[in-house]
């Protein structure tokens, strides 16, 4: 690895401003008929604005890259004008891709130079406490070059031979143990270098940003993740996302 493309010194990361890239160009289909998943409301107020919020209660970020479907941008872009956001945090919109690895590519490709340190966080992730983003920042910070939040499994985990016909019954081939297994979040934080050599040399096998840094050989660590960081996919997670919601605004006035 030549100079130029080795990660900064820990030391030097340190003070560095955090880039947050949150792809939401996606329908969200899982989640039935209607507006793209990140602009569906979540307690009145889209998802996508709980996510920037979420990432700018950090005080470490200072830039938000929102990658919005390329058919609207200027709908997101009013989104965001229209509802309060940190006046710490700058928050840039940029059209996306075809795939949300092209996606996150595409908002790399807006960072400007100095930020050091990036998170990728899915806007389907509205409700990630500010206390699981920092954990993931100060483990960059401390040297290392991909960090992603994590839960242990709570149930059995088996493995299958996939069925010859959808609704077909799966034969089991093994059943991991679960005590080495773990649920991946986001926000994932990288090392830029790190995540720019990683998106323009992996191209295969891509099911998140961490796995691609693993492609390239380099250590990816994990931090605890939170309970209520999951991903609002199905109508039953929009509940339980309201539910969580309705509980912050009682007890925390969130």
């Known amino acids: 690895m030549s100079d130029e493309s080795r990660p900064p010194a820990a030391g030097a990361r340190s003070e560095a401003p955090v880039a947050a890239v949150i792809p939401a160009a996606g329908r969200g289909v899982r989640l039935g008929p209607g507006a793209p998943k990140a602009l569906r409301t979540l307690g009145g107020t889209p998802m996508l604005i709980h996510a920037v919020r979420a990432l ?23 989104l965001l004008d229209a509802h309060a956001l940190p006046e ?3 928050v840039l919109v940029v059209p996306g891709g075809s795939s949300r690895q092209e996606s996150v590519r595409l908002g790399l490709d807006a960072l400007p130079p100095g ?18 983003v920092d954990a993931v ?7 290392a070059p991909a960090v992603v939040p994590a839960l242990p499994l709570a149930d059995t985990v088996k493995q299958v031979e996939p ?25 994932q934080g990288f090392d830029r270098a790190t995540l720019v050599r990683a998106h323009e040399t992996v ?23 939170h309970e209520e960081a999951f991903k609002v996919t199905r109508p039953l997670d929009l509940v339980l996302a309201e539910a969580v919601l309705a509980r ?3 007890t925390d006035g969130f």
């Open 56 to 78: 700018a209660a950090s005080r470490a970020v200072r830039l938000v890259v929102v990658v919005a479907p390329p058919e609207g941008t200027a709908e997101v872009k009013s």
């Open 88 to 90: 710490r945090t700058d």
């Open 115 to 132: 930020h050091d340190i990036v998170l990728v966080h899915d806007a389907a992730r509205p409700l990630v406490p500010v206390d699981t």
């Open 137 to 143: 920042i100060e483990a960059v910070r401390a040297g």
């Open 163 to 187: 069925a010859a016909a959808p609704g077909a019954p799966e034969p089991v081939v093994a059943t991991p143990d679960r005590s080495l297994l773990r649920a991946v979040q986001t926000p």
């Open 203 to 225: 191209t295969t096998d891509v099911t998140d940003d961490a796995s691609m840094v693993e492609q390239l050989g380099e250590r990816v660590v994990t931090v605890p993740g």
């Open 248 to 250: 912050r605004r009682l």
